[in-house]
């Protein structure tokens, strides 16, 4: 299993940015994948993740409104748009593998790739 996130950068407040994650080795539409971050000296959170198969999608609600979590299966690919970055939005962002996810919560966080850090300036 191998997850390949992408994307991050330094960019100023109320900009966007986009991250991508791409997997293999396994079958894409059997799990969820779904972002988590963490900032310096917190702890790691559940930002967005998706389910392609039973179209479940939760979106943690400090983004809720600015984020947008997407996924191609054809290129076993999930995406996350991020506008209007806000400073505390600054963390390394990974991607990761779930057993499932809906809008209310998520679970079975089992492969971590590695992260991509994401700086918003003020």
């Known amino acids: 299993v191998q997850l390949q996130a992408s994307g991050g950068g330094l960019v100023q407040s109320g900009w966007s940015l986009r991250l991508s994650c791409v997997a293999s080795?396994?079958?894409?539409?059997?799990?969820?994948i779904g972002w988590f971050r963490q900032a310096p000296g917190k702890e790691r959170e559940g930002v967005s993740c998706?389910?392609?198969?039973?179209?479940?999608?939760y979106l943690t609600d400090s983004v809720k409104g600015r984020f947008t979590i997407s996924s191609d299966s054809a290129k076993s690919t999930v995406y996350l748009q991020m506008n209007l970055l806000r400073p505390e939005d600054t963390a390394v962002y990974y991607c990761?593998?779930?057993?499932?996810?809906?809008?209310?919560?998520?679970?079975?966080?089992?492969?971590w790739g590695k992260g991509t850090l994401v700086t918003v300036s003020s």
């Open positions: 080795g396994f079958t894409f539409d059997d799990y969820a």
């Open positions: 998706i389910s392609s198969s039973v179209g479940g999608v």
């Open positions: 990761v593998r779930l057993l499932g996810c809906n809008s209310r919560l998520y679970y079975g966080m089992d492969y």
